[in-house]
Each structure stands twice: as C-alpha cells, then as structure tokens.
C-alpha cells in the first residue's frame, strides 16, 4: 500500500525567487492601487469643495449684482420721476405766464392800454423838473442842437446847484 502522510508541518518553506518577487510586485502594485485610489479620492473632495466655493463665490457676486442693479433702477426710476414732475412744473409755470403776457397784450391793445402807457411816463416823470424848450416855426432839431450849450444859455446849470464857470 503506499505512504500515508496525514500532516506535513513546514515552518520553512521556501518558494522560487520569480515567484517571490512576483508576489512581493503583487502586494506592492495593490498597495500602489489603493494609495492612488486614496489620492484620487482626496482630489475627488477636494475638486467638489473648490467647486462649491466657487459656485458659493459666484452666487454671492450674482446676488450682489441683482442688488445693485435693482438698487439703480429705484434711484433711476426716482430721478426720473422727480424730472418728470419738475418738467411739468416748468411747462405749468411757462403755459401760466405766457397766458398772462396774452392777457397783458389783449390789455394793452384796447383803449386801456395808452392809459396804462400814460400812467408809466407820469411815474416815471414824478418828482422830476420838466423844462420846455422854446421852438420856433421851423422846429428845433435836437439832433443838430448843441444840448449843453442851450442848458447853459438858459442857465440850467444854476438850477442843478452846478457852479458856472468865469
């Protein structure tokens, strides 16, 4: 019958270098692999929270952006409000004193208005000295008439406290 072996007890065993060297390539390529899976999982989380700052950064400015602009259009629409108003205004106050200086000429048209005229040279004369000229039958010219020496020949100039000359 032959050779029953029920246990064979190696504390030293030994394998082909080849193959040694392959399982320690093995071990050392798996090691490789998890270290680059860790690595790539670290930029993975890395990259997704750059990601959400960015996108956090970028939502900030677009709020910041409509905030502003929404904060113009109010200031645009005011000012726009407050010039339509005053444009009103000055359009009211030209339509109002054109409608007077109408009247005003409607006035002065009529039989009132030579009185009104009248009325101004009489104010504009009280108070005043009126001296009248002597004018012959051919008329004085007062374009060619020598004013000063007329005042001085009518002795004008002793009226307005002015001393005469010797």
Do not use: C, W
């Not at 390539?25 to 929270?49: F, G, I, P, T």
């Not at 400015?61 to 409509?66: F, L, R, Y």
């Not at 000012?79 to 205004?89: D, K, N, P």
């Not at 012959?136 to 004013?147: A, F, H, Q, Y």
């Amino acid at each position: 019958m032959g050779i029953v072996i029920e246990k064979v007890l190696t504390n030293d065993y030994r394998f082909n270098d080849e193959y040694t060297k392959a399982i320690e390539d093995k071990k050392v390529a798996d090691q490789q692999v998890e270290k680059n899976k860790s690595a790539q999982h670290a930029a993975l989380e890395e990259y997704k929270r750059k990601l959400e700052e960015a996108r956090g950064e970028v939502n900030k400015m677009v709020a910041d952006a409509d905030g502003q602009y929404l904060k113009d259009k109010i200031e645009a629409d005011v000012y726009q409000e407050q010039q339509q108003l005053l444009a009103r205004a000055i359009e009211a106050e030209g339509i109002a004193e054109a409608k007077g200086i109408l009247e005003m000429n409607n006035a002065l048209a009529g039989s009132g208005g030579e009185t009104i005229v009248k009325l101004k040279i009489a104010e504009a004369l009280e108070g005043k000295q009126i001296i009248l000229l002597p004018v012959s039958e051919g008329g004085m010219n007062l374009k060619t008439t020598d004013i000063n020496r007329l005042i001085e020949t009518l002795g004008v100039k002793s009226l307005s406290g002015i001393p005469k000359p010797d």
